[in-house]
């Protein structure tokens, strides 16, 4: 159960990275997915673009859609370090430096042949399913990409939580658009007729993978923990956030990957990292923010090096928030599907957030709270100064502040993050000692 | 009317407009609240609110915007990165020095993930004020968002009546309903008078006048376009051999007011612009008559300024209104002026330039911040710019 293999990166850090069983059973579900979604014009299937919030995976799968996910792409040509040169193709072709990269890698792929991490081309879309959920850049990202593929784009409107709830009429307003707007349409570009009992079946399979999930994540309140909830965690929300979800492979990834961590958690093993176990746990953080791509590693190896694990982290919620109880619902499907939507994290208000992150030191026993403020995303970065204080305040845990960015190489700065992280962890040895006098 | 007027008296209305806009205490606003007990201000941001609601309260709309170039930013750079726009770090500033402390409620619009995430933060710094995220529907059909648009604006009736300490009446609705068609009649009056006959209404000074009515009640603020649209009518300017352009980007952070007189000064006239877009956003009269939220909903879905913050379902319709408005006000050229990290205007950008490009339509681009200072690359742009229309253009045709 604890197998682990190594394996060599194509880039540098060259040395081989170490992923544990279910990282590989991961990276093999991801390679086939994009290998069913390259082949489509072969298979004829056709396929429905979407994002990762509000991701409707299992409505797709009702009228045999392909789900590609261009946040998901991006990623992949970060973590490939192709990213900056489509970043600088879509600059040069028109869009502003100010704005995000996953939109400009996207852009920026297109115009240099949207070869998929295959190496074979992107089918284009035969439908573009706007789920403007938590980002206001999705609306125009896929404005972007209409004018592109010139294909039909249905636009599924989810409210914001302002106030911090869910009211009927948010419930209402999308079920009917679900109803009258997004089935119609995609029923007439697949060609398939909505079965309502289909669906439920996939809801179903989604809530098992979901208990699953949550056990995996909740693991971490171990100490040791037996796994990183951010750097690992982006590993094991992939499937679910994203082509998988409602799926029988899904089911069988997740409880697969529940039994390993529950023998490393038997064992009081720590983490895997690229580098092998991790050592002794010294400081337990949690994160909010998403990482950087294009320095994965050398960004995750910073922490690990020196003994701090991430217990939780905000940014593996953005694709649905699941650890305050929430499951899909096959016996309200429509209405499931909206309360989905309306919870993933950045579609939550700024106190909710709060909540949550406080919620997170004080379940998990963390010794504080880091900040990775992202320079392309304004839905996560705008008011995470104040975040920070009042968190700090609320939880009398010390937080720090980094910055980097998505997937645009030029603003990861090494050197700048590492001493930051180290004096951070050095702050919260400060704490930690005067505790220590305090007590005695 | 017009000829009995002396030839001050533009000058005179400006300078009252522009002691309005540099006023950063908002002391009008602020006399106003303490003239009558029990009365109550409702700030809102960019891009649209329905003020009629905060007005058929008994309560004063105020259109909080930034702090422009004349605000020291002490506190509020501490609150975001360097990568986030201006207008929320001296919005927060504005809150953070007191400046307004006799603010009741604030509405933060459906315009962006920053000023989104505002509402949460003003949730939290100001626990005391009503602070209230306000949601408009991207779906268009009466059925589907019009609906979950009239339960929005029932739940903010509901809520600022209950400020008040007594509910909104359909009546007290329908009156600002029509008080506030008057005032956009008079604004697109305005917008026209401007279109036809630019060296007569510079658009600095159009802006300051369409910026008092953030500030002012709406009343007294229609009676102040009127005596301005008489004033400028009446006074004979010269004209210059400017060329005419449409300026966009600009609906939310405002631009230094030094800009917009830039523009104007390097050879181009402004004759239509997306600044300070709440006060015409709805295109035509509200209907009077009937439910009041439906009138207000059917406007909002059919009758609304088309701009970065929405969603436009028709491809064939995208940008249309740009070269809509250029063919309207005989422009000969677009401007695009964003401010520095603003997603809606930067993201929108290259489709707008697509189609204007399609529709032989000649376009320049900046970045601005409220506060920027240095206005000569601008000056350079903008010139050149105009040069090359006058020059080029009709060699073109």
Request: contains cysteine; hydrophobic residues 40%.
């Amino acid at each position: 159960m604890t197998t682990q293999t190594k394996i060599v990166t194509s880039r540098a850090p060259a040395k081989e990275a170490v992923k544990d069983a279910s990282m590989m059973k991961q990276k093999e579900m991801m390679a086939a997915h994009y290998d069913r979604l390259t082949s489509a014009p072969e298979t004829g299937a056709k396929v429905a673009a979407t994002f990762v919030p509000g991701n409707l995976n299992e409505l797709i799968m009702c009228f045999d859609l392909v789900n590609n996910l261009p946040e998901v792409n991006a990623i992949q040509n970060g973590l490939r370090r192709v990213s900056g040169s489509y970043v600088l193709e879509a600059e040069k072709i028109g869009h502003s430096e100010d704005v995000c990269t996953y939109v400009k890698s996207d852009i920026g792929m297109m115009a240099k042949g949207n070869v998929a991490p295959n190496g074979k081309k992107f089918p284009n879309p035969d439908v573009l399913l706007l789920s403007y959920t938590g980002c206001f850049t999705f609306m125009k990202w896929f404005e972007l990409l209409r004018e592109q593929y010139k294909c039909e784009t249905i636009m599924l409107h989810t409210p914001y939580m302002g106030d911090g709830k869910i009211t009927k009429n948010m419930i209402d307003y999308m079920v009917k658009q679900l109803k009258d707007e997004v089935i119609p349409t995609l029923e007439r570009v697949s060609g398939v007729k909505f079965d309502i009992d289909r669906l439920r079946e996939y809801l179903k399979k989604s809530t098992k993978a979901e208990d699953d999930l949550v056990r995996v994540l909740q693991s971490a309140k171990a100490k040791p923990s037996p796994i990183d909830a951010y750097f690992g965690g982006i590993y094991y929300i992939g499937p679910i956030f994203g082509a998988f979800r409602g799926t029988s492979d899904a089911i069988d990834y997740y409880r697969f990957l529940r039994e390993e961590v529950e023998d490393r958690l038997a064992k009081g093993q720590g983490p895997v990292t690229p580098d092998g176990d991790m050592g002794k746990e010294k400081y337990r953080l949690v994160v909010e923010g998403p990482p950087n791509y294009t320095s994965f590693r050398q960004f995750w190896k910073m922490f690990y090096d020196e003994g701090a694990v991430v217990v939780a982290s905000s940014y593996t919620k953005v694709g649905g928030v699941y650890d305050f109880g929430f499951r899909h619902d096959p016996n309200n499907p429509l209405e499931t599907l909206a309360e989905y939507c309306l919870g993933v994290y950045t579609n939550r208000s700024l106190p909710m957030r709060i909540d949550m992150l406080v919620n997170y030191i004080n379940e998990y026993e963390a010794d504080g709270l880091l900040i990775n403020s992202i320079k392309s995303c304004n839905s996560f970065s705008a008011g995470q100064l104040l975040m920070m204080r009042e968190v700090e305040k609320r939880t009398g845990k010390p937080a720090a502040f980094v910055e980097s960015d998505l997937v645009d190489p030029r603003y990861f700065s090494a050197a700048n993050i590492k001493n930051r992280l180290e004096s951070y962890f050095q702050m919260i040895d400060q704490k930690r000692a005067g505790a220590t006098v305090a007590a005695a | 009317m017009a000829t009995s007027l002396n030839p001050s008296a533009t000058a005179d209305i400006v300078a009252r407009a522009n002691a309005l806009f540099e006023d950063l205490s908002f002391t009008s606003a602020r006399k106003w609240k303490v003239a009558k007990p029990n009365r109550k201000v409702v700030g809102y941001m960019p891009i649209y609110v329905p003020r009629e609601i905060i007005h058929a309260a008994d309560m004063l709309p105020l259109g909080i915007v930034g702090g422009g170039d004349q605000l020291e930013v002490i506190h509020g750079d501490a609150y975001y990165q360097s990568y986030i726009c201006r207008i929320p770090r001296s919005t927060i500033e504005l809150g953070v020095s007191g400046r307004l402390d006799f603010v009741d409620g604030m509405l933060f619009p459906s315009i962006c993930d920053v000023i989104r995430n505002l509402s949460g933060m003003w949730k939290l710094m100001f626990p005391h004020v009503y602070s209230r995220y306000f949601d408009v529907p991207q779906n268009y059909r009466d059925d589907i968002g019009g609906n979950f648009y009239i339960n929005e604006l029932t739940e903010l009736r509901h809520d600022l009546g209950a400020l008040r300490g007594k509910p909104i009446t359909d009546d007290e609705l329908r009156n600002s309903i029509a008080v506030y068609n008057e005032n956009r009649q008079l604004i697109r009056e305005l917008y026209k008078f401007r279109a036809d006959r630019p060296w007569q209404a510079p658009a600095a000074e159009v802006y300051l006048m369409v910026r008092a009515g953030l500030v002012l009640p709406v009343e007294e603020h229609t009676a102040f376009l009127r005596e301005y649209l008489a004033a400028a009518r009446a006074e004979e300017r010269p004209m210059r051999d400017n060329c005419r352009i449409v300026l966009t980007g600009m609906f939310c952070e405002q631009p230094p007011l030094n800009l917009i007189k830039s523009l104007e000064l390097s050879g181009c006239y402004v004759v239509d612009d997306d600044l300070l877009l709440v006060t015409r956003w709805l295109t035509g009269d509200v209907g009077v008559k009937g439910d009041p939220l439906q009138s207000l909903s059917d406007a909002f879905l059919h009758h609304s300024e088309s701009t970065a913050a929405k969603y436009e379902p028709d491809q064939k319709e995208k940008g249309q209104h740009l070269v809509r408005a250029v063919k309207r006000t005989r422009a000969e050229g677009v401007i695009f002026a964003a401010p520095s990290f603003c997603d809606p205007a930067l993201l929108e950008r290259p489709m707008l330039q697509h189609v204007l490009k399609e529709a032989g339509i000649p376009y320049i681009a900046f970045k601005y911040a409220e506060n920027s200072g240095q206005m000569q690359p601008i000056r350079e742009q903008a010139g050149t710019f105009a040069d090359s229309i006058k020059l080029w253009s009709g060699a073109a045709a």
